[in-house]
């Protein structure tokens, strides 16, 4: 069958790399795709905004199964145009449409989602520019650090978190009246700190049953010691050691059961992934985030570790069929780290010509690359992401650290301690 992965990303990459591997697989596109994509993969230099190009694009390469990979079009409701066009009945596609995704589209909504269905969650407050004070008191309330979140998508840096009060009163203005992200910060959740270790974990949903895939622990800081600015993701490692059999029977049991009830019980039609952005509290999971979508760069490290045919999986995911799967793991340990781009994540260079030694010990997913005069060349952010994998988590995080130094560009700049706090508590 014909396959196509919208986006431009590490996880386009490493969704086309996986689905590649099945005998069911065919020929298999990316829109638009990166240099890295190119290679495994026919490149379709599409925009992802406009529907009309990617329905005619799906017509003419005569596409089986779409999989959507970033959150833009599902939020602006790509799944709902092409289900409403005749001519695409039998198209399968693996996302929701755009109800679902506003899971991730707004935090609003889905806080009042979890508190709907009395899923764990920090508590939060909703604040405009209209009633800033109001969230100047409800700051003041609050011990810090203090959590400031843009509701609508900002591609990855939209929580910013300060310890002191005068600059969270700062930021809420930044946010609201500057509009630091645009549209995307016209409303703002102030939520409390709540105080564990992050971890996310993943499914697949057909909309009624779910398979869960291997969770991951990803690293969004731009500096070592998790300093500095939030960014789309420096490093991921999968598993994750405090992620032990009954802390992922209280999140299956408190956290994925009744999300995907609850989406049922409010006849949201959805079908595709589901990204749970958790924390730890003593044992306990709470809620940070959704998202409707796989992560980047987590797709680098759980798609790895997913021993099951990925593309039947997503099959059986669009035909609503998901009950008759099952999934398998394999045993070994999986790490990235990501090589970003000097600036990012504000502005940054583009255009620096990548060159390669020896990376044979790792999977390069591309990013930010593209090809100009037949010269790999810098195109964004994240431009790398150089994944290992080994029988434990120290072994995948040599393999990743000895070949960051093989990769080179202009600028190049990444994080040197992703995974180091797992190997602390022994992983």
């Not at 994509?37 to 799906?58: E, Q, S």
């Not at 145009?81 to 996302?95: A, P, Q, T, Y």
């Not at 291997?214 to 405090?242: C, L, Q, W």
């Not at 990925?310 to 070994?332: G, K, P, Q, V, W």
Request: charged share 30%; net charge neutral.
């Amino acid at each position: 069958m014909n396959i196509l992965v919208l986006g431009s990303g590490g996880r386009e990459h490493t969704l086309a790399w996986k689905i590649k591997q099945s005998p069911k697989c065919g020929k298999i596109f990316v829109a638009p795709g990166n240099g890295g994509t190119g290679k495994i993969a026919v490149n379709l230099d599409l925009k992802l905004k406009d529907f009309d190009t990617v329905a005619t694009a799906i017509k003419k390469h005569k596409i089986d199964l779409l999989v959507v990979g970033p959150e833009e079009p599902l939020v602006n409701g790509i799944v709902d145009f092409l289900s409403k066009d005749k001519e695409l009945k039998n198209l399968k596609i693996v996302g929701p449409r755009r109800e679902g995704a506003m899971l991730e589209g707004s935090k609003q909504f889905a806080k009042d989602f979890m508190n709907r269905h009395k899923i764990p969650t920090a508590k939060a407050k909703v604040v405009t520019a209209e009633n800033i004070n109001e969230g100047d008191r409800f700051l003041e309330r609050l011990a810090p650090p203090f959590v400031l979140k843009a509701d609508g998508l900002a591609g990855g840096k939209g929580v910013i978190i300060t310890e002191e009060l005068p600059n969270a009163k700062k930021t809420l203005r930044a946010l609201l009246v500057e509009k630091k992200f645009g549209k995307a910060s016209e409303k703002v959740l102030i939520e409390e700190f709540l105080n564990g270790i992050e971890v996310s974990f993943f499914v697949l949903t057909d909309g009624k049953d779910f398979r869960i895939l291997p969770e991951a622990k990803d690293y969004k800081r731009i500096h070592e010691d998790d300093k500095g600015p939030n960014t789309g993701g420096m490093g991921a490692v999968s598993p994750v050691i405090f992620a032990d059999r009954s802390f992922k029977e209280k999140v299956t049991r408190k956290v994925i059961k009744p999300t995907i009830k609850g989406l049922k019980d409010e006849n949201i039609d959805y079908c595709g992934f589901i990204f749970f952005g958790l924390i730890n509290v003593g044992g306990e999971p709470y809620v940070i985030e959704y998202n409707a979508r796989m992560g980047d760069p987590e797709t680098q490290v759980v798609l790895p570790r997913v021993k099951t045919d990925f593309l039947e999986l997503l099959i059986a995911t669009a035909d609503r069929n998901l009950i008759d799967m099952d999934i398998e793991y394999e045993r070994y340990s999986a790490a990235t780290v990501v090589l970003v781009s000097r600036g990012y994540p504000e502005f940054y260079e583009k255009g620096h010509e990548i060159s390669f030694g020896d990376t044979k010990m790792v999977l390069p997913f591309h990013a930010g690359t593209t090809l100009h005069d037949e010269k790999l060349v810098t195109s964004g952010g994240r431009v790398l992401a150089l994944t290992g994998l080994g029988k434990n988590l120290a072994e995948s995080l040599g393999k990743c650290y000895s070949c960051v130094e093989e990769v080179n560009w202009e600028g190049k700049r990444f994080r040197a301690d992703i995974g180091f706090d797992l190997k602390n508590l022994g992983q």
